[in-house]
């Protein structure tokens, strides 16, 4: 396990408090464990854990359609499984707001993570999404209050990515 | 085999006297023409793409609107293709949604092409499976008015298949500028649209 002390989550899930986020789905994924973690023990929050990404981009088209803000979680692989239902978010202008842990481009030890990872942010572009790219734990919650502030202002979709240098390389023998 | 039910005409008997609180989500094709062939409501949400999306959409919608009921009416291919929302719902278990499958085994928006459903696969053991709290076989006239009874005090998460024929009626064509059907829907809950 990384032994440094890493507060970036929480004060991540502080930053989503107060941008009044109600609805969090995410598949599980080690980058966000702590900020899940922290999700599940909110009273006024609803984790809806997911059977694959796509069902949350709907889950948030459906939460502002009653008057709710939600947040998506994922990893980068994540992003691939997105792709035709953010039409729904692009079509009808809904609020999608993507949290996106980074695999495959910083001492990844899978090769596997990088056809997808290689890509996230040309796909983000090509689907209309606004990024904002966070290398160092200093940034993260300037670059999730924008995110904030532009994805439910404005009716659209922006992407927090979270990259691997922040999150730390995998730990792969135990 | 009984005769399979009329899709146009289950659809009016699943909502004859929707009421206000009763918001609809329907699949792309011939669920979302057989809903606007009922007459245009503000609390339709059409969906015209996001296929295998409109469950989730239920879901988030019931989830911020405890105090509404909401239904989902989708067709077996869209069902299929987001069969996993199914676990995904089954874990929430809200007690204002339902999800009601127009099952005619067939993809009917693309040449009536079989369906899984054709072959036997059962989309009620499924919801079953996932933890849904009532799960229907919907074959006759006074199984599908127990349906729209149970919609209008609806207080469990409700899962029904409704065994439709394999037929396609005239097209009816509901708004498609998906900005517009939001703003309107939200304006009819009272929100900023």
Request: glycine letters at 12%; aromatic letters at 6%; proline letters at 4%.
């Amino acid at each position: 396990m990384n032994t440094q002390i890493v507060d970036w989550p929480d004060r991540l899930f502080e930053t989503l408090k107060r941008g009044g986020i109600r609805q969090v789905g995410y598949v599980p994924d080690a980058g966000h464990s702590r900020l899940i973690e922290r999700c599940r023990a909110d009273a006024d929050i609803r984790d809806v854990v997911l059977s694959t990404e796509e069902e949350g981009v709907a889950l948030a088209a459906g939460a502002w359609l009653g008057g709710e803000r939600a947040a998506l979680l994922m990893q980068s692989s994540g992003l691939g499984n997105c792709v035709n239902m953010l039409s729904l978010a692009r079509t009808c202008r809904f609020p999608l707001l993507m949290l996106i842990t980074m695999r495959g481009e910083w001492e990844e030890f899978n090769p596997w993570q990088v056809p997808m990872g290689s890509i996230v942010e040309p796909v983000l572009e090509l689907c209309e999404a606004e990024i904002y790219r966070v290398s160092t734990a200093g940034e993260v919650e300037a670059a999730a209050e924008r995110a904030l502030q532009h994805v439910f202002g404005d009716e659209r979709i922006g992407a927090v990515i979270l990259s691997q240098q922040l999150i730390g390389r995998k730990v792969w023998t135990k | 085999m009984s005769e399979r039910l009329e899709r146009r005409a289950a659809m009016a008997t699943l909502l004859v006297d929707r009421g206000d609180d009763l918001l609809v989500v329907p699949g792309l094709g011939s669920t979302t023409y057989d809903l606007a062939a009922l007459g245009d409501d503000p609390r339709n949400f059409y969906l015209w793409g996001a296929m295998g999306g409109a469950a989730m959409v239920g879901l988030g919608l019931a989830l911020a609107q405890p105090q509404k009921r909401v239904a989902v009416i989708t067709g077996d291919g869209e069902m299929l293709m987001g069969m996993g929302s199914l676990a995904t719902i089954g874990i929430q278990r809200p007690g204002n949604l339902a999800v009601i499958v127009f099952d005619n085994g067939v993809y009917g928006e693309t040449g009536m092409q079989p369906s899984h459903t054709h072959s036997g696969v059962d989309l009620v053991e499924v919801a079953r499976a996932c933890g849904f709290a009532a799960c229907l076989e919907v074959g006759d006239e006074a199984a599908l008015r127990d349906v729209g009874a149970r919609l209008k005090t609806l207080h469990e998460t409700l899962f029904a298949r409704v065994l439709i024929a394999a037929n396609e009626p005239p097209r009816v064509l509901p708004e498609r500028d998906g900005v517009a059907l939001k703003g309107r829907f939200r304006a009819a809950l009272g929100l900023k649209a």
